[in-house]
């Protein structure tokens, strides 16, 4: 049953990507989602060890080749699984595929430490920084993070969605945003949200007694149909 599940899944999981939709999922998916998820100076980083990488490939050190080559190889392999993959459903996927990449990003900084010990600790500094205020832009909510080349995370659902920019991570949030648009406490709100928390008790716990989620249709019922009422509706951008 469980390998049932699975096989079904994976024929039926449909993708977003800029804007359009797929049953089948994207090509260049990945890639796209690599260079949109990516902070710049990694980016930068891996440009230079892609520019290195066909040096290596030539190189008859073997010295060269047990410090680097496994890496390499790694990741090829895993990317060329990742593009033959018709699950297109997050950039979390490509995750794997980091650790090998900031060992082959490391090496321009290390070269450039051979000759200054102190012109390697300023490049690597530097990196550190710029990385690191680019992450500051989108903190708390780091799932969301798209980097300034692919809009920001402002216009981060344009791109990508599902686990990608949103798992329910701002469901705390709801309840402030509705006390700030003034909102009574005793008025209808109904919840789309993308994410397997419990949105109703999230905000009944903060005095808010009229919550309907639209996310599920009841157990056994072939059709449904929503009877809305005046109220507030919250949609997670997946949803929309």
């Not at 639209?214 to 109220?231: K, S």
Request: with cysteine; proline share 6%.
């Amino acid at each position: 049953f469980g390998l049932c599940y699975e096989l079904n899944s994976v024929a039926n999981r449909p993708s977003f990507l800029d804007g359009a939709w797929s049953p089948s999922g994207f090509a260049s998916f990945f890639p796209r989602a690599f260079l949109y998820k990516t902070p710049i100076t990694t980016l930068a980083l891996a440009a230079l060890a892609a520019l290195a990488a066909p040096l290596l490939l030539r190189s008859r050190d073997r010295g060269v080749w047990r410090r680097f080559g496994w890496v390499v190889i790694l990741m090829g392999v895993y990317w060329a699984a990742c593009l033959a993959s018709p699950i297109n459903i997050g950039h979390r996927h490509l995750l794997p595929a980091y650790p090998p990449l900031h060992i082959l990003a490391a090496a321009p900084v290390a070269t450039v430490a051979r000759g200054s010990h102190m012109r390697g600790a300023l490049a690597a500094l530097l990196i550190f920084a710029a990385s690191a205020w680019e992450l500051s832009q989108v903190h708390p909510h780091h799932l969301a993070f798209f980097n300034a080349a692919a809009g920001g995370p402002e216009r981060g659902y344009t791109r990508l969605v599902d686990s990608s920019l949103d798992w329910g991570q701002a469901l705390k949030g709801i309840a402030p945003a509705l006390e700030r648009m003034g909102v009574s406490k005793k008025q209808k709100v109904y919840l789309a949200l993308f994410g397997w928390d419990t949105p109703q008790s999230a905000l009944r716990i903060n005095g808010f007694t009229d919550v309907s989620t639209l996310m599920h249709v009841p157990h056994g019922a072939d059709t449904f149909e929503w009877r809305l009422q005046a109220g507030v509706m919250a949609v997670s951008a997946t949803v929309l």
